[in-house]
């Protein structure tokens, strides 16, 4: 029976269950834009994949469900808003299938973080159904359902380091030279992307926002590898913002220079807290003591470039 289907095709999965792996992203330079007619600001938006990772299993069923386990997965909605569940329909749509699906969601990203966890799920379901299916979609074809799913669910996909333009959602691979080590510091409760962007606007009513451009410096220190040129090229025009809407994030970056970190900012439109480090043994102690400052609820260690969503054997 392994993978044969109805069509008489094999899926290029197990047939019976696919699993997917998915990183979360760290947003090095993120320079935003006036907004557009539409709603959405121009971005040049430089995305790294960072080593925590969600997964994705999809296994055929009576109709579209989806389940979600991992520490915080109380705080993801498990309805037809949920990204996995929504890339399953579209790409169903897209072949006149039927959804008819569950998906389990391993959850280890941040949720509502700025860290593109739920793009990480709607990119991770995709492959998933797509191998599950047997469909064998092209790069181009599934990146044009990332870009539907929302802005940062295509670099979800490509994992790596990327410049985003338009939304977010045109990826231009970067070349990454060396590995970076990174602390992430996970508030209580998220932060809703559009109210952040909703803040940028209101502190921006009234000056005339530039158009946004990749620093030559941050892609340069990403190439060489090099994390103290990194450090001094970080940027996130979203940070005020975040910061105007949750005030405490100001002690922990503060707390986490304190602890060494060679530079701190909110990662995306927070409110998770991003600590470029050193090395592995610097994230311990800065790890270590943002804990101890009691301005974080959870401290997580990790390192970039991260691959993009990719199979993985499905845990039995
Ligand atoms: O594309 P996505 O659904 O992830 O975007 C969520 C929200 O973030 C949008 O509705 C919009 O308010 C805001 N956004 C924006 N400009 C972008 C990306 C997102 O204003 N480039």
Not at 4 to 19: C, D, F, K
Not at 30 to 47: C, E, K, P, T, Y
Not at 57 to 81: F, K, S
Not at 95 to 109: M, Q, S, T
Request: hydrophobic share 45%; with cysteine; aromatic share 4%.
């Amino acid at each position: 029976h392994e993978g044969q289907r109805p069509g008489g095709r094999l899926a290029s999965g197990t047939g019976e269950r696919v699993t997917v792996r998915v990183p979360a992203k760290v947003n090095v330079q993120l320079a935003v834009g006036g907004a557009r007619a539409d709603g959405f600001h121009d971005l040049a938006n430089v995305f790294l994949a960072v080593s925590l990772f969600d997964e994705v299993t999809v296994a055929p069923a009576a109709e579209l469900t989806v389940t979600c386990t991992g520490p915080d997965a109380h705080q993801v909605p498990l309805d037809a808003t949920n990204l996995a569940a929504r890339a399953a329909v579209l790409l169903a749509e897209r072949h006149g299938l039927a959804p008819n699906v569950h998906i389990d969601i391993a959850k280890d990203i941040p949720v509502a973080g700025g860290m593109a966890g739920g793009s990480a799920d709607g990119a991770g379901a995709l492959l998933a159904c797509d191998a599950l299916w047997g469909l064998d979609s092209t790069r181009a074809e599934l990146l044009d359902i990332c870009a539907e799913l929302g802005s940062d669910v295509p670099f979800s996909l490509v994992g790596g380091a990327a410049l985003g333009t338009g939304r977010g959602e045109r990826l231009t691979e970067l070349p990454v030279g060396g590995d970076f080590h990174w602390v992430f510091a996970v508030a209580d409760g998220g932060l809703s992307t559009p109210k952040v962007y909703g803040e940028f606007d209101r502190l921006n009513a009234l000056v005339r926002v530039p158009e946004p451009r990749a620093s030559a410096h941050l892609l340069e220190a990403l190439r060489t590898g090099d994390a103290a040129a990194l450090a001094g090229a970080l940027s996130n025009d979203l940070q005020p913002a975040a910061l105007s809407l949750r005030p405490s994030l100001r002690s922990t970056l503060e707390g986490g220079l304190a602890a060494g970190a060679l530079a701190a900012l909110v990662s995306g439109s927070g409110p998770t807290t991003a600590f470029l480090v050193k090395d592995p043994r610097e994230a311990a102690v800065v790890a270590e003591a943002l804990l101890a400052s009691g301005t974080c609820r959870a401290a997580r260690v990790a390192s970039s470039p991260a691959p993009g969503a990719h199979q993985v054997q499905p845990r039995h």
